[in-house]
């Protein structure tokens, strides 16, 4: 009896294989190996076989998202600095409370991509903070 792929819902097969699986968070990626479990070829979705091939999968998705925080924060510290802004001045500039520039920066919080595009490119045009004052 085969499985039917509950995220596409059009009656597309899931295959069972033991495979590599390559896992994106934020940005960050890694490779998952020998994931045993029921594939969609169409979306990729799994249905894990058993419970180490989930566990590591779980284990892959914590690890990239706590990189993938510990690169923004590492990217708006820098650009803070060099903008010589006050977390405080930050959070002012971007909006979610005078906290939230240190919240992002301890990797309390996650900020929203705008925030990271926008110190990105101030960090390498630094003159147009001005702009925004
Ligand atoms: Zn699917």
Not at 31 to 39: A, D, E
Not at 80 to 105: D, I, P, V
Request: charged share 30%.
């Amino acid at each position: 009896m085969g499985k039917f792929c509950l995220q596409c819902q059009d009656g597309t097969k899931l295959k069972l294989a033991t495979k590599d699986v390559t896992v994106e968070v934020r940005g960050e990626s890694c490779i998952v190996p020998k994931v045993k479990g029921w594939h969609c070829p169409a979306c990729g979705d799994i249905e894990y076989a058993d419970k180490d091939s989930s566990d590591r999968m779980w284990e892959a998705v914590e690890a990239l998202g706590a990189k993938a925080k510990a690169r923004d924060a590492a990217i708006l510290a820098h650009a803070r600095k060099r903008l010589k802004l006050t977390q405080k001045q930050a959070a002012e500039l971007t909006g979610g409370g005078h906290n939230a520039f240190s919240r992002y920066e301890r990797g309390e919080a996650v900020p929203m991509r705008a925030v990271i595009n926008l110190f990105k490119l101030l960090d390498k045009h630094p003159e147009l903070v001005k702009e925004l004052a």
